[in-house]
């Protein structure tokens, strides 16, 4: 479904991405981790491009990522992101945030993509906040409607670009719930979190990075009890220490 | 009563020492002894200021009269304001030199105008933009062969005979609504990633900004016939129109990519993710957060520009000041230069406070829904 080939990132003399190979299958759920500054948004945003990458390739769903517009386009529609913060449009209400793309991107209609809208808000549980603007909702909430936004456009992949980061600590559930569901529904992930227990709960493996590296790629059990590599270990020790 | 009875609860401001009108006054005009003698003096400069406007405008001034002469002699003791002038020259100031049979086409163009324009301020299920740019393009064609004339019966009216408000209202108009859409597409070229688009922006935009408008008009009348072939003419007010609009568009330009830079990246971002392309971007995202942002530099700029309209008097075309001082000229009412100006600023306020007030409410209006 996604398959990252010896991709490299450069930005100006600073090698952000070294070597990146990466191959997630239909249905996957992958949670990336690793310190800040380790290139694993910038990897994650690749894929759907909005960072360019250099050297290699990126196939998203048997379409490559070049520099040809109508495969970024193709590959946009078919991929759903989440971000840290959020990004919802603040000049719109909930439910034209959730029904813009449909109309302006995939041409459905006003009604069925309200329809839509509507489904995936009573998914996400705040389907009474359609008519409000984003900045009338809490941090959870936005995120939940960001995810809804996303899930409107029907992706065949989600993107999560730590989603739970910019929450207040009693928020991260409401949205870690919304996250864990769509998982059991079998939709291909890709998370970058620091969420250790949705890792441990969804992922089918772990990608740890640093300094621009996959540094390890193993399954949940393995790699909480059983890291291979001294970075990995440390990283963990640093992040359960609390 | 002890004090310590009263629950920390049930505590309020002091109100009427520290808000209301006197401790205001209190607090900022008679803070000091020097303060204090500032204030007196100056309220009472003030009031003599005003008394002797108020006598001058109202008091003794005469409002029925056929001349100047008619106007000395009803004076009564002390000079006052002349208004007969304006009840006299009023169409002159409104129409200029527009034939006076033929004015109601202006005053039929106008109330056409206001109809048409109706259903963009009442809430009516319309798709307001598609009406908005029907209107645009359709007006101005419509009113200008009412105008100029020359067709369908109407007597042709040459446009050197157009002046006064009208004149002001046509070149504040055409400014306004060409200025708009060509300063947001030259704050977008300025932003592109395409360097012959970028370059050609900030190209027309430093140039244009770096000349005097005056500048500019008398460019445009003076030198472009000397580069167009024999024969070729342009008309004087298209002219004049061409380079006002393009001289605000510049000015549009920049208050506009100060709402464009405004715009946090991430929203650039979430539109791409969604597979939105870079006009969808611009036109349902990016610009309409932007604009908001920037309604008082906007509204600024078209207020300057309705002023600047007074500059075509350089090329030869008497717009509302322009008239104001044709009217100076009249034996008739020969040294009535305070009135005359008086009247012509008091048109020019009225219009530019109107836009002021206009986009006041819109900014409330338009802040009203995503309070952050």
Redesign the interface.
Known sequence: MIRLEDVHKWYGEFHVLKAINLEVEKGQKVVVCGPSGSGKSTMIRCINRLEEHQRGRIVVDGIELTSDVKNVDAIRREVGMVFQHFNLFPHLTVLENLTLAPIWVRRIPRKEAEETAMFFLERVKIPEQAHKYPGQLSGGQQQRVAIARALCMKPKIMLFDEPTSALDPEMVKEVLDVMIELADEGMTMIVVTHEMGFAKSVADFVVFMDKGEIVEVAPPEEFFTNPKSDRTRLFLSQILAH | MATGEISAASLRPPVAERLGVVGWMRRNLFNSPFDSVLTVILALFLAWALVQLFEWAVLNAVWRAESKQECEAAFRGERGACWALLRARFGQYVYGLYPVEERWRIDLAFVLLIVAMAPLFLRIGINKLLYALGLILVYPILAYTLFLGGRFGLALVETSKWGGLFLTLVIAGVGITASLPLGILLALGRRSRLPVVKALSVAFIELVRGVPLVTVLFMASVMLPLFLPEGVTFDKLLRALVGVSLFSAAYMAEVVRGGLQAI?K??Y?????????YW?MMG??VL??AL?LVIPGIVNTFIGLFKDTSLVLIVGLYDLLGMAQLIIKDPQWLGLATETYLIAAAGFWIFCFGMSRYSMALERRLAR????
């Open positions: 946090p991430g929203q971002e979430a539109a791409a993710a969604l597979g939105l392309g969808k349902l995202i309409p957060q908001r829904g995503h309070r952050r």
